[in-house]
């Protein structure tokens, strides 16, 4: 996992900011009393959760995420394990869990997916719900993964300039395997400073393959949204947001 090096998990506030999908998990958490965030990260959510007063477990693979995590404001108020899924059983019953970030892309194969959600239920106190979001495959956002369209420059917490770009696999066939396989490049300024690159490969699931597998994991109710002012999903639809009972 490519953030395990400290100067890309040192950018990833920079390039994953307060947005839009924070303040709708946040809304979405109002009335829960115990969240898990599954894949929290640098625990953004989950810290904001915590200062409002909310239990909150944090659960991420990746131990320096964590190190960042803990050291935020709120930091030791939320119940931190480095670890997937298979830590569910051990958190305590949840009001509402969620998977942010489009970790459920992370998934390449239906198996792993449903292993996670069935966990997921079984972690979930009656009532309660699971939420995420997974990037909808008819938006084809992979077009945009070229160096040409997709660079950026960020300042890092050092005050450095980055240059962020990402370049998708040509021999990626979405269209036949559901999968994008692509590099994502931070090249250090001054240039022509050193240039890390890390390689990601990402599943694009269909509203219909979510929902079957959501099904299939004992979540009987889903509400869909498109958007994260909870608009409908349609043909122009970026996101496919999943709110699962």
């Not at 303040?23 to 009393?33: D, G, H, P, T, V």
Request: charged share 25%; net charge negative.
């Amino acid at each position: 996992m490519h953030y395990d090096d400290p100067r890309l998990v040192a950018l990833y506030d920079v390039l994953n900011p307060f947005a839009p999908d924070t303040a709708f998990y946040l809304a979405l958490a109002e009335s829960a009393q115990h969240v898990v965030d599954l894949g929290c990260g640098t625990g953004l959510l989950a810290c904001e959760l915590a200062r409002r007063g909310q239990r909150v477990t944090g659960i991420d693979p990746s131990a320096q995420m964590l190190r960042v995590a803990r050291s935020r404001p709120e930091g030791d108020k939320v119940t931190w394990i480095e670890g997937d899924a298979s830590a569910l059983p051990f958190v305590g019953a949840a009001d509402l869990l969620v998977m942010t970030g489009h970790v459920a892309q992370v998934f390449l194969d239906d198996a792993a997916f449903l292993a996670t959600l069935r966990a997921a239920r079984r972690a979930i106190r009656p009532g309660g719900a699971i939420a995420f979001e997974s990037r909808n495959p008819a938006a084809r956002a992979w077009e945009n993964w070229t160096r040409e369209r997709s660079t950026r420059r960020v300042e890092a917490p050092d005050g450095k300039m980055v240059d962020v770009w990402q370049e998708r696999d040509p021999e990626s066939d979405p269209s036949t395997t559901g999968r994008v396989a692509f590099t994502t490049h931070y090249r250090f300024m001054p240039a022509p400073g050193e240039t890390l690159s890390a390689t990601s490969e990402l599943r694009f699931r269909t509203l219909d393959e979510l929902a079957r597998l959501l099904t299939d994991a004992g979540f009987a109710r889903i509400d869909w949204y498109g958007d994260w002012n909870r608009a409908p999903v349609d043909e122009t639809s970026r996101e496919l947001i999943a709110v699962a009972r």
